[in-house]
């Protein structure tokens, strides 16, 4: 089993003389390098493996819903003058002609202002 070390940074909350300043604190945790190693640890710590299984397929369905919750509020990368091009070929490709294409983007574009 080897022993790792890693960092974490946070900001000190309001309140307090110091609010708003980053700390950076370090910690050391284990790492198995075998499935022996593991089940030593699973067994002392008296664990199972299937709540460690649980806890994580939990905590991953928990990411991702934060993360598509998130998704709506985020600004996108793409330029909204992409967007709207990406639309208008859309259009086209379903057989929409151009100008015909671009006066449903226009409109609809100014109808959600």
Same mark, same amino acid.
């Given at each position: 089993?080897?022993?790792?070390?890693?960092?974490f940074t946070f900001s000190i909350p309001e309140g307090h003389p110091s609010a708003g300043e980053k700390v950076e604190k370090s910690f050391d945790y284990s790492v198995?390098?075998?499935? %022996?190693? %593991?089940?030593? =640890?699973?067994?002392?710590?008296?664990?199972?493996?299937?709540?460690? =299984?649980?806890?994580?397929?939990? %905590?991953?369905?928990?990411?991702?819903?934060?993360?598509?919750?998130?998704?709506?509020?985020?600004?996108?990368?793409?330029?909204?003058?992409?967007?709207?091009?990406?639309?208008?070929?859309?259009?086209?490709?379903?057989? =929409?002609?151009?100008?015909?294409?671009?006066?449903? =983007?226009?409109?609809?574009? %100014?109808?959600?202002?």
């Open positions: 089993m080897q022993t790792k070390i890693a960092k198995c390098d075998n499935d %022996a190693e %593991a089940l030593t =640890v699973i067994t002392e710590k008296k664990w199972s493996v299937v709540g460690m =299984v649980n806890d994580i397929l939990k %905590a991953n369905a928990r990411s991702n819903a934060y993360q598509a919750a998130l998704l709506p509020y985020r600004p996108s990368e793409v330029s909204q003058e992409d967007i709207k091009e990406r639309m208008i070929r859309d259009y086209i490709r379903l057989g =929409v002609s151009e100008d015909t294409a671009r006066k449903q =983007v226009e409109a609809l574009l %100014a109808a959600n202002n």
